[in-house]
């Protein structure tokens, strides 16, 4: 299969184009006259989503005033792989070993990390993934890399704090975790805490990391920070950013 | 139920000695302590409500203006009723307005003045006191009007941040089988020193639990168990910075269960130790005499730490949940003890743990209405696979016979559940419950197998846990980091200046009627 051609969605034949695809409409699903007019509505939908033909699979009322539906349909759309972007990752994932030896050459001490989830966001699950010796996905946290220290302030930490505790750490990369949020607050919060720390510390600032599921992984720069990780990232992507990003020109500061 | 696992009475015996031991010098500490929480609750008690232009309640108002002037270490009360008798004044509001103005001078007031100080206050706070009753009393009232659902009660979120959008949900969610409805707050509130006022509509990952907010949803769940002749219980949270005011407002709006934990605001919130111990005993006297039904906090701890290598910690956490819940007043029937099903499903025989640990603490605490929180830690994007693992819970829970049933959520952790991923949950349970409903009195573990071993296993370890905490103290266990890995100094974390150590001569109206509460509450 061509991987810079063009692709149809695979059902169970190829170009087939099948889709599943879940809502909700507020409709009534009471008598026969309402049902069919229930699933009308989702085929109307479906219709303008791209789904020719659709197939109402499953329709159920919930409550008096809304209706659940199940889709499978064809879409028409295609698919051109040679027109996808992706953020190129600007660095090769290093084992724990290799990580903590670039670290102590290049700095010739610990690398300090503080990390916290800041603003309202009580859900720690996700910098205690990337921070805990526990870890996430089979690989351990940041804790468990020798040459590392983590500071975890965990939930619900003032962006002031944050930045008293990083001067007082002397921390090298400061990182944000946002998981659930509402209304964007993940994205203000960011924001907040980039100013805070370019009007905190200038130029000399620790490298600043985000991450969450709902952060969009190339919108750093808009947000002030030099890195945005995404659903699914593992410590060990975490822990290479940071050895790519602290350590690159070692050897140039090294011989100077 | 009891006895599928052998367990030997002498160490359960001994495990809750254990746990008495470590949890008295910190119910010493709170007998000898306010905060400024408590002394607020107590003039909520009294009818004090509203709040200024700016939103921050009179309650606050009014404790800071007593604070700045004679101090908390007597207690609110006799200058704040002292204030109201010889300025002549008509209501609390009418005090607290004066009094942020810094047109009030308080004292503490002596002899006769005192007394009658203490008299009018001790008649204002009893008018709380019998609102509680009467709405405890038309709980019963509205049982028996329409029904008790059959354990376990199906306990769902709904946590739109809007008050009006939660009702609507709420009543959705009880129309189809949820016998519990929960409001999750906004994730903000618990560090918020004060509670907020009114219907509310602005929330984030929650809605505000205020006084208008209880009422409004308490309110629309009358009319909805009526319709369906089955009654809706209310939760909200008690935790936080406000622990002791939510308790009281919950007892005035007639909340029928509050999650109410002795260490959660410490270990996830950074909440001061002392502060949070201090704050729940109060709030768990007003439980008490309200009916309200606790829900405590162990899932969390499995939510950092890991379930298997932690699962004792939940067990000795508990323990000591008993013994300061039974200490401020709290029937067993009161004690929703928590706990969770978070053991990475990869683990080889994941399910037979859990079940091992279900088991395990339904034996330990046979009269406790058991809230059982399902997976959150290992639920990924792959909404099926999340699905079947919450099915796996779902029977985990009716083997076990624990008795609220947290409803999991296929798209945990990844929005605020949809209308639809609710209903889905609802219809998975529904399934359990028909099917497998009666697989508990079957369902007896090999005497030696895998699930009793490990059951007697985790009871031995929190014995030995219980046994540190018992040397090193509480306190400097927690700070240690024993519980959610995570280490919490008693002089550390927030609220720690709204601590006062109670000087001789404090009073405290609500505090008093509270340790008189009525007998059938302490069976």
Same mark, same amino acid.
């Given at each position: 299969?061509?991987?810079?051609?063009?692709?149809?969605?695979?059902?169970?034949?190829?170009?087939?184009?099948?889709?599943?695809?879940?809502?909700?409409?507020?409709?009534?699903?009471?008598?026969?006259?309402?049902? &069919?007019?229930?699933?009308?509505?989702?085929?109307?939908?479906?219709?303008?989503?791209?789904?020719?033909?659709?197939?109402?699979?499953?329709?159920?009322?919930?409550?008096?005033?809304?209706?659940?539906?199940?889709?499978?349909?064809?879409?028409?759309?295609?698919?051109?792989?040679?027109?996808?972007?992706?953020?190129?990752?600007?660095?090769?994932?290093?084992?724990?070993?290799?990580?903590?030896?670039?670290?102590?050459?290049?700095?010739?001490?610990?690398?300090?990390?503080?990390?916290?989830?800041?603003?309202?966001?009580?859900?720690?699950?996700?910098?205690?993934?990337?921070?805990?010796?526990?870890?996430?996905?089979?690989?351990?946290?940041?804790?468990?890399?020798?040459?590392?220290?983590?500071?975890?302030?965990?939930?619900?930490?003032?962006?002031?704090?944050?930045?008293?505790?990083?001067?007082?750490?002397?921390?090298?990369?400061?990182?944000?975790?946002?998981?659930?949020?509402?209304?964007? &607050?993940?994205?203000?919060?960011?924001?907040?805490?980039?100013?805070?720390?370019?009007?905190?510390?200038?130029?000399?600032?620790?490298?600043?990391?985000?991450?969450?599921?709902?952060?969009?992984?190339?919108?750093?720069?808009?947000?002030?920070?030099?890195?945005?990780?995404?659903?699914?990232?593992?410590?060990?992507?975490?822990?290479?950013?940071?050895?790519?990003?602290?350590?690159?020109?070692?050897?140039?500061?090294?011989?100077? | 139920?009891?006895?599928?696992?052998?367990?030997?009475?002498?160490?359960?015996?001994?495990?809750?000695?254990?746990?008495?031991?470590?949890?008295?010098?910190?119910?010493?500490?709170?007998?000898?302590?306010?905060?400024?929480?408590?002394?607020?609750?107590?003039?909520?008690?009294?009818?004090?409500?509203?709040?200024?232009?700016?939103?921050? #309640?009179?309650?606050?108002?009014?404790?800071?203006?007593?604070?700045?002037?004679?101090?908390?270490?007597?207690?609110?009360? +006799?200058?704040?009723?002292?204030?109201?008798?010889?300025?002549?004044?008509?209501?609390?509001?009418?005090?607290?307005?004066?009094?942020?103005?810094?047109?009030?001078?308080?004292?503490?007031?002596?002899?006769?003045?005192?007394?009658?100080?203490?008299?009018?206050?001790?008649?204002?706070?009893?008018?709380?006191?019998?609102?509680?009753?009467?709405?405890?009393?038309?709980?019963?009232?509205?049982?028996?009007?329409?029904?008790?659902?059959?354990?376990?009660?199906?306990?769902?979120?709904?946590?739109?941040?809007?008050?009006?959008?939660?009702?609507?949900?709420?009543?959705?969610?009880?129309?189809?089988?949820?016998?519990?409805?929960?409001?999750?707050?906004?994730?903000?509130?618990?560090?918020?020193?004060?509670?907020?006022?009114?219907?509310?509509?602005?929330?984030?990952?929650?809605?505000?639990?205020?006084?208008?907010?209880?009422?409004?949803?308490?309110?629309?769940?009358?009319?909805?168990?009526?319709?369906?002749?089955?009654?809706?219980?209310?939760?909200?949270?008690?935790?936080?910075?406000?622990? #002791?005011?939510?308790?009281?407002?919950?007892?005035?709006?007639?909340?029928?269960?509050?999650?109410?934990?002795?260490?959660?605001?410490?270990?996830?919130?950074?909440?001061?130790?002392?502060?949070?111990?201090?704050?729940?005993?109060?709030?768990?006297?007003?439980?008490?005499?309200?009916?309200?039904?606790?829900?405590?906090?162990?899932?969390?701890?499995?939510?950092?730490?890991?379930?298997?290598?932690?699962?004792?910690?939940?067990?000795?956490?508990?323990? +000591?949940?008993?013994?300061?819940?039974?200490?401020?007043?709290?029937?067993?029937?009161?004690?929703?003890?928590?706990?969770?099903?978070?053991?990475?499903?990869?683990?080889?025989?994941?399910?037979?743990?859990?079940?091992?640990?279900?088991? +395990?603490?339904?034996?330990?605490?046979?009269?406790?209405?058991?809230?059982?929180?399902?997976?959150?830690?290992?639920?990924?994007?792959?909404?099926?696979?999340?699905?079947?693992?919450?099915?796996?819970?779902?029977?985990?829970?009716?083997?076990?016979?624990?008795?609220? +049933?947290?409803?999991?959520?296929?798209?945990?952790?990844?929005?605020?559940?949809?209308?639809?991923?609710?209903?889905?949950?609802?219809?998975?349970?529904?399934?359990?419950?028909?099917?497998?409903?009666?697989?508990?009195?079957?369902?007896?573990?090999?005497?030696?197998?895998?699930?009793?071993?490990?059951?007697?296993?985790?009871?031995?370890?929190?014995?030995?846990?219980?046994?540190?905490?018992?040397?090193?103290?509480?306190?400097?266990?927690?700070?240690?980091?024993?519980?959610?890995?995570?280490?919490?100094?008693?002089?550390?974390?927030?609220?720690?200046?709204?601590?006062?150590?109670?000087?001789?001569?404090?009073?405290?109206?609500?505090?008093?009627?509270?340790?008189?509460?009525?007998?059938?509450?302490?069976?």
């Amino acid at each position: 299969m061509s991987l810079t051609g063009i692709v149809r969605p695979y059902g169970d034949t190829t170009g087939d184009g099948r889709v599943q695809l879940s809502f909700t409409l507020p409709v009534p699903f009471g008598d026969e006259a309402e049902r &069919a007019r229930a699933e009308g509505a989702a085929l109307q939908l479906a219709a303008k989503m791209g789904l020719d033909p659709a197939m109402v699979v499953h329709a159920k009322g919930m409550g008096p005033d809304f209706t659940f539906f199940i889709v499978y349909g064809r879409v028409s759309h295609l698919v051109d792989l040679s027109a996808v972007t992706v953020a190129e990752r600007e660095f090769p994932v290093l084992p724990a070993a290799e990580v903590n030896l670039r670290i102590r050459s290049a700095l010739g001490r610990k690398l300090v990390v503080v990390g916290a989830c800041i603003g309202t966001d009580a859900h720690t699950v996700g910098i205690d993934a990337i921070l805990n010796v526990k870890g996430h996905a089979g690989e351990k946290g940041l804790e468990y890399y020798r040459e590392i220290r983590v500071v975890n302030m965990g939930s619900q930490v003032g962006v002031a704090d944050l930045v008293a505790r990083a001067a007082a750490e002397h921390a090298d990369a400061v990182l944000v975790s946002q998981v659930v949020t509402q209304r964007d &607050a993940h994205l203000s919060n960011t924001r907040e805490m980039s100013a805070a720390f370019h009007a905190a510390f200038g130029l000399q600032r620790p490298v600043l990391v985000v991450g969450g599921p709902r952060f969009d992984p190339s919108a750093a720069q808009d947000l002030g920070v030099d890195k945005i990780f995404g659903r699914g990232t593992t410590p060990s992507e975490v822990a290479s950013y940071l050895v790519h990003a602290l350590t690159p020109d070692a050897a140039q500061r090294g011989a100077a | 139920m009891t006895g599928k696992l052998n367990l030997d009475p002498a160490l359960v015996a001994q495990a809750r000695e254990l746990a008495k031991r470590a949890a008295a010098p910190v119910v010493k500490l709170a007998r000898t302590h306010t905060t400024v929480s408590v002394e607020r609750a107590v003039l909520r008690l009294a009818g004090l409500d509203g709040a200024d232009e700016d939103g921050m #309640p009179w309650v606050n108002r009014l404790a800071d203006a007593v604070r700045e002037s004679t101090g908390l270490e007597h207690g609110v009360a +006799l200058p704040v009723w002292d204030a109201m008798l010889t300025g002549g004044y008509p209501d609390l509001r009418t005090l607290a307005v004066d009094a942020a103005a810094g047109l009030v001078k308080f004292r503490q007031p002596a002899g006769h003045e005192g007394n009658a100080a203490r008299d009018t206050a001790a008649r204002s706070v009893k008018k709380g006191m019998t609102r509680i009753d009467a709405q405890r009393a038309e709980r019963d009232r509205m049982l028996a009007a329409t029904s008790d659902p059959p354990m376990p009660w199906i306990y769902l979120i709904v946590a739109t941040g809007d008050i009006y959008e939660d009702i609507p949900q709420a009543q959705a969610a009880a129309r189809e089988g949820a016998d519990i409805i929960a409001v999750i707050r906004s994730t903000g509130q618990s560090l918020l020193d004060y509670v907020p006022e009114g219907a509310t509509r602005e929330g984030y990952a929650g809605t505000y639990a205020t006084q208008e907010n209880f009422r409004l949803m308490r309110a629309a769940l009358d009319d909805t168990s009526r319709e369906l002749g089955r009654y809706i219980r209310l939760t909200n949270y008690a935790s936080g910075l406000c622990m #002791p005011e939510i308790a009281s407002l919950a007892g005035l709006e007639r909340l029928d269960m509050m999650l109410n934990d002795c260490m959660y605001g410490i270990i996830f919130r950074d909440i001061n130790p002392v502060r949070t111990f201090i704050d729940q005993r109060f709030s768990r006297q007003v439980h008490a005499r309200a009916g309200i039904v606790i829900n405590t906090g162990e899932d969390n701890y499995l939510t950092t730490a890991d379930a298997v290598d932690a699962a004792h910690t939940v067990v000795v956490s508990q323990l +000591l949940n008993e013994y300061f819940g039974r200490e401020a007043g709290l029937a067993d029937g009161q004690l929703g003890l928590g706990h969770a099903f978070e053991i990475n499903p990869e683990v080889p025989d994941s399910f037979m743990l859990e079940l091992a640990h279900a088991q +395990l603490i339904r034996e330990l605490f046979p009269d406790a209405p058991l809230k059982y929180m399902p997976p959150t830690k290992h639920m990924t994007g792959n909404v099926f696979a999340g699905y079947l693992l919450d099915a796996f819970f779902n029977l985990c829970g009716v083997m076990t016979d624990q008795s609220i +049933l947290l409803i999991g959520m296929m798209t945990e952790g990844i929005h605020t559940p949809f209308l639809s991923d609710r209903d889905l949950a609802l219809e998975n349970v529904r399934y359990v419950r028909r099917a497998a409903g009666q697989l508990g009195q079957e369902f007896r573990p090999e005497p030696d197998g895998l699930v009793a071993r490990r059951a007697r296993q985790v009871l031995g370890e929190s014995v030995d846990l219980l046994r540190k905490i018992g040397s090193q103290g509480l306190l400097n266990a927690i700070a240690a980091g024993t519980f959610g890995v995570t280490k919490r100094p008693p002089d550390g974390g927030r609220g720690l200046d709204g601590v006062v150590e109670r000087a001789d001569g404090y009073f405290n109206p609500a505090a008093d009627q509270l340790e008189t509460t009525p007998l059938e509450a302490k069976q």
